[in-house]
């Protein structure tokens, strides 16, 4: 791949020459490139991914019509480097939160008790939920947690008297609505 600079003949252009070069604009920049080979999709993974790209363009195209989500967005979109609130939106819908760790210093089944989270995400972080869950699979509470700048914290709202064998599932929820579950054992 090439760059043309000062070339008055081709600046501007873009498409296919002859069979054999590819002009494009990319940036307000002519860049000038061998054709591309075709090449079969043998692979489930290929398929896979090619899935998954087709639903983040169709969600970066959706998410965009919206102006606080396409503001967001923009917000860290470097045009300079290229980089567009749709490209922004894009990566967004291929990566899911990740949940780095779950902090239960602070818990001993009281009321008031906290259980720290920490999530992050190429872009932002919408969501932490907690559940607890009983050493029987009986819920004994669930709600949100409270993002505080570096953690998500979730303050408990039942009493839970026996912790033996009780089960802590966290979900963390970014913008496109990816999900990652994490899960300790007390």
Known sequence: MAESKNNIITHGLSGKVGNMLVFSQRNGKTIVS?????????????KEQMAKFQQATIYAKTALKNPTVKEEYQSVADKKQGVTAYNVAVADMLQAPKIEQIDLSDYAGQVGDT?????????????????????????????????????????????????????????ATDIPANTTEATKNL
């Not at 061998?34 to 290929?46: D, F, G, M, R, Y």
């Not at 949100?144 to 966290?170: E, F, H, M, P, R």
Request: no cysteine.
């Open 34 to 46: 061998q054709k591309p080979t075709k090449k079969a999709i043998t692979s489930e993974k290929v």
């Open 115 to 171: 259980i720290k989270v920490r999530a992050y995400d190429d872009f932002k972080v919408a969501s932490v939920t907690v559940h607890i869950y009983n050493s029987d699979g009986s819920l004994v509470e669930e709600g949100n947690a409270v993002d505080n700048g570096l953690d998500w914290v979730y303050t408990a709202t039942q009493t839970n008297a026996d912790l033996s064998g009780d089960k802590i599932v966290v979900r």
